[in-house]
């Protein structure tokens, strides 16, 4: 029963994680034909993987969307932008504008993080106004906790 | 049965103080430190537990009682260490063109955070006697192996003559105890190289039989120039209070993902430390000669310039905030220490608690630099601030560039397969891997990882080809041809982790990651493969003879994870 639990448990994020890179873009109701992918690629660096000096992996980001309106039509709005935030929304970094299409847009160094793609009244705003339409987890946001599994039932780190 | 008490392991593991710096400061989460992970349960519920824990992750229930399906071994079969001699810090042998070494492996007494030990080294030395030798000079190096074990010496990054290579079954016999053996070593390229033994590194490189070597180029500027210069040789041991955690005699334990210490060492001792002048620059060449442990170091705020890599400068040299090294990796910076006060080296990564499903920060402070107020003569400022180019190195690069996009000619993809670990170990995996970090800094579930050994883990190089894995794989190709290998880092295996792939005998040049072109290249001899990349390698197969491809993990190394590349005698092109 309980291996069942587990494999049950397990196939579930691997439906929208592919891999380490990989993050399923997912829609709203603002623009539910939307959908899309985004993919880490690390950043540049002299050494075999890039990260910061307390060892946060620094990724650019390609955002691939397909069936994004145009922005106008959800209001008043001119450009699609792509934001990563912390699980807990406390902080929220400007990516840049993506389109249909493969979008470039970078620079991420955050552990967890949350690919959010709104509509903006302008391409480069100071900060997230506008809805969204297209949102994703990164492939680090699937870490199991354990913390109350029946595996660990009763222990106590 | 190994039934090791754990001992006030905090005590006896106590650390280097640990400094702060302004970055750890910030963090909301302070670090944690290997300090936590070494003395943490003392609770009569862990007492038995004989692998320390990371602080807050206990053992999985079903393993607690389970043991390694090897006989435990360590050094010297008992010997008193009082009966040995202490080990000594490395000395520098320069040495000239025709010049005669005596290299012998022996047992040593060495002490570590107090805690003394049977261990191994080169010459009484840990690390081993810094070789210093001009650019190609040849040496003849006289081994004596005086341990308990076989062993060779493998000169690693060096483009030697392929029957010094050191590699037992493939280049020579293996060096029986009390048995020798002459190397003759040729340095066709400047820069920093290692050597260790090539027979069973997770236990005599782990126990110190590793040391340095220097190149020196003719070109008085092939660095820029610099106040000091200094080796960091980056180490770990893995300690259980007054033990260490033996070995697997007949094959490696630890084969998951690697034995990763709980002590870290720099050149063989915690608390590494240095004296410096105001605005001294110091260049450093580092190694990374732990078995599994990949390490992102700084130097306390202090700004680094990456000169040099494996086998040579880059195109380029840039400025970065810290130094990341995989197994067996070199790199060779300089820093410069503006101000007087002290300046913590840091060993900074992201571990992962997988009870919590969280990352978590862990600073290690690895020693100290102090810096005193007297200035340093001469001042090179004005050197440091310039990013110099090296012309010589892209225009060598240049004529490899055509081959930069052309189809690869081989492909590998690493992955694993087990048989036999235990069911809690199998449950676990199979719900932890939901998500595959790219590299793992450390060893988050070191009781899993104990308990595996090469009987049940079996690490794979795969050749996408022909489907043959490991020494099955038979590639012959022409020297003086240009190899383009693509790696591929199955992230869907059972325990997908990075590799750092080690080519003997040869240099290459990542080319790509992921598609995307490198654009700062340097000549290497190892090569991250983080998991779930696909790396394009171009290797220039200019030396003849039989060489290794393997991890540069020690345990996976000897869990399988090898092959062998035949560079045939004939230049590509030319008539046979």
Request: charged content about 20%; some cysteine; hydrophobic content about 40%.
């Amino acid at each position: 029963m309980r291996i069942v639990a587990l494999i049950a448990l397990s196939a579930v994020p691997l439906l929208v994680a592919a891999g380490p890179y990989d993050i399923a873009l997912f829609a709203t109701p603002k623009a539910p034909s939307a959908h899309g992918s985004a993919r880490l690629v690390y950043a540049a660096s002299p050494f075999g993987v890039a990260v910061t000096a307390d060892g946060r992996a620094q990724y650019d980001i390609q955002v691939t969307a397909a069936e994004l309106p145009e922005a106008s039509s959800l209001g008043a709005f001119k450009a699609y932008v792509a934001w990563a935030a912390t699980p807990d929304l406390s902080t929220w970094v400007r990516l840049g504008t993506i389109r249909n299409g493969t979008s470039i847009v970078g620079h991420v160094d955050l552990n967890k993080f949350l690919l959010v793609i709104t509509a903006e009244a302008d391409s480069a705003p100071p900060r997230h106004a506008g809805p969204t339409v297209l949102h994703g987890t990164s492939p680090s946001g699937w870490l199991q906790s354990f913390l109350n599994h029946p595996m660990f039932r009763g222990i106590t780190g | 049965m190994r039934r090791l008490v754990l001992a006030a392991a905090a005590l006896a593991l106590g650390m280097a103080p640990r400094l702060a710096n302004a970055q750890q400061q910030e963090k909301k989460k302070p670090p944690v430190s290997m300090d936590d992970m070494a003395g943490m349960h003392h609770d009569s519920a862990h007492i038995s537990m004989p692998i320390p824990m990371p602080a807050g992750m206990p053992m999985i229930p079903g393993l607690v009682g389970l043991t390694p399906s090897v006989t435990e071994f360590l050094p010297g079969n008992g010997t008193d260490p009082g009966k040995l001699p202490a080990a000594r810090p490395t000395r520098i042998v320069q040495l000239r063109n025709r010049d005669t070494l005596d290299l012998t492996a022996g047992l040593v007494r060495r002490t570590v955070n107090g805690r003394t030990f049977v261990m191994y080294a080169f010459n009484g030395e840990v690390p081993g006697p810094l070789i210093r030798v001009p650019q190609n000079a040849t040496i003849t190096v006289r081994f004596h192996n005086r341990i308990d074990l076989e062993s060779t010496v493998h000169w690693h990054g060096v483009r030697l003559d392929n029957r010094n290579d050191g590699v037992p079954g493939l280049t020579q016999v293996a060096v029986t105890p009390g048995g020798d053996f002459v190397y003759t070593v040729h340095f066709p390229d400047a820069g920093i190289y290692w050597y260790h033994p090539h027979v069973r590194e997770d236990v005599e490189q782990a126990l110190g039989l590793f040391g340095n070597i220097i190149v020196d180029a003719p070109e008085t500027d092939y660095y820029s120039p610099a106040n000091s210069e200094h080796t960091l040789v980056l180490d770990d041991l893995l300690v259980n209070g007054d033990t260490l955690i033996p070995f697997g005699k007949e094959g490696p334990d630890f084969a998951l993902m690697g034995r990763v210490g709980n002590v870290l060492l720099v050149n063989g001792e915690s608390g590494y430390t240095l004296r410096a002048r105001r605005g001294e620059v110091v260049r450093f060449f580092l190694t990374n000669v732990s078995n599994s442990r990949t390490w992102n170091v700084s130097f306390g705020g202090a700004p680094i310039k990456v000169i040099a890599s494996d086998v040579s400068r880059f195109e380029r040299e840039e400025r970065v905030a810290s130094v990341v090294l995989a197994p067996a990796e070199r790199y060779v910076v300089e820093v410069k220490f503006d101000r007087p006060g002290r300046y913590a080296l840091v060993n900074s990564i992201q571990a992962i608690n997988h009870y919590r499903g969280e990352f978590e920060p862990q600073a290690d402070t690895l020693g100290v630099v102090t810096v005193t107020n007297e200035p340093a003569r001469p001042d090179y400022s004005r050197q440091f601030a310039t990013l110099r180019a090296h012309p010589a190195v892209s225009k060598e690069i240049e004529r490899y560039r055509p081959y930069f996009d052309k189809p690869p000619d081989k492909q590998l993809t690493l992955t694993v397969r087990t048989t036999g670990l235990p069911l809690a170990t199998v449950q676990f995996m199979t719900i932890d891997t939901a998500y595959f970090a790219p590299v793992e800094w450390v060893d988050g579930m070191p009781d899993m990882n104990w308990l595996s050994t090469d009987k049940q883990v079996r690490w794979i190089l795969r050749d996408d080809a022909t489907g043959k894995e490991n020494m099955d794989i038979d590639w012959h190709v022409a020297r003086g041809s240009v190899v383009k290998l693509r790696i591929f880092n199955d992230p869907m295996s059972f325990h997908p982790m990075q590799h750092p792939i080690h080519l003997h005998g040869q240099r290459m040049l990542v080319v790509s990651r992921d598609g995307v072109p490198m654009r700062n290249l340097s000549w290497k001899d190892t090569a991250l493969i983080p998991v779930g990349s696909t790396v394009d390698l171009l290797i220039d197969a200019s030396n003849p003879g039989d060489w290794m491809l393997h991890c540069h993990i020690a345990e996976h190394l000897g869990a399988g994870m090898m092959m062998a590349v035949h560079v045939d005698g004939a230049r590509a092109g030319d008539q046979r």
